[in-house]
């Protein structure tokens, strides 16, 4: 199983409201990542999780709140957002952060905020 | 910091070979990753460089050259379906961690 999985496809959401993204891999990788892509943009790293812990964090606005509740699962804690923050979400994974492994991406949650 | 660089837009006809150019400018360098991404999907991996010379996979082909800051994806025999973003991303381990750093991308249309 080479997949990784994300929920929702598609999420709508106010400015004074709570969300959250999840992503799911079940590849037995041990880094996680949440990425930002605008329309005609590359994916910009925001998070990276290895073995669990937080290891990077691009200086994203604490209006994202990421969290990695075991080795398979990642969330993206989403409030107070910004009109802005409408783009493409992906979550990827690796096998871990020690040495330049494949990234496999999930597909995304396309996020507007109104 | 890194610099990656790769045509905006091209334009290539069914049946025909393409190569599409990526240069790069980082310190800390471990490896070029090439992602295919169709629009409004996640990128798929296409290939992956970290030593010099040409890595053939099917109809695609990368090339590296380290001391050059250079790469290129070759694809041969082009479909209607590899009309995608093309992504060159480059791997470094500056923050103590392997990470990717994606350049803007080459839209390719592929024409009949």
């Known amino acids: 199983d080479t997949e990784v999985t994300q929920t929702p496809k598609h999420l709508v959401m106010g400015m004074t409201n709570k969300k959250s993204l999840k992503c799911e891999q079940h590849m037995g990788h041990r880094a996680m990542y949440w990425y930002k892509q605008k329309a005609k943009k590359p994916p910009e790293l925001m998070f990276v999780?290895?073995?669990?812990?937080?290891?990077i964090n691009e200086s994203v606005p604490s209006r994202f709140s990421p969290e990695c509740p075991n080795s398979s699962l990642l969330n993206l804690h989403l409030h107070a957002l910004q009109p802005e923050d409408s783009a493409l979400y992906l979550c990827a994974s690796s096998q871990d952060t020690s040495s330049s492994y494949e990234q496999y991406f999930g597909p995304g949650t396309r996020l507007t905020v109104t | 910091g890194q610099n990656i660089d790769q045509p905006t837009e091209m334009t290539a006809t069914e049946g025909a070979i393409v190569q599409i150019n990526c240069t790069y400018q980082t310190s800390g360098f471990n490896g070029l990753f090439w992602y295919q991404q169709h629009a409004g999907e996640a990128p798929t991996f296409l290939s992956y460089?970290?030593?010099?010379g040409l890595e053939e996979k099917g109809r695609f082909s990368s090339f590296l050259s380290r001391s050059k800051g250079y790469s290129y994806l070759l694809l041969k025999e082009l479909q209607m379906k590899d009309s995608a973003s093309y992504l060159c991303a480059v791997s470094d381990s500056g923050a103590g961690s392997y990470q990717l750093t994606f350049g803007k991308g080459t839209k390719l249309s592929v024409i009949p």
């Open positions: 999780y290895s073995y669990e812990k937080l290891s």
């Open positions: 460089n970290v030593l010099d």
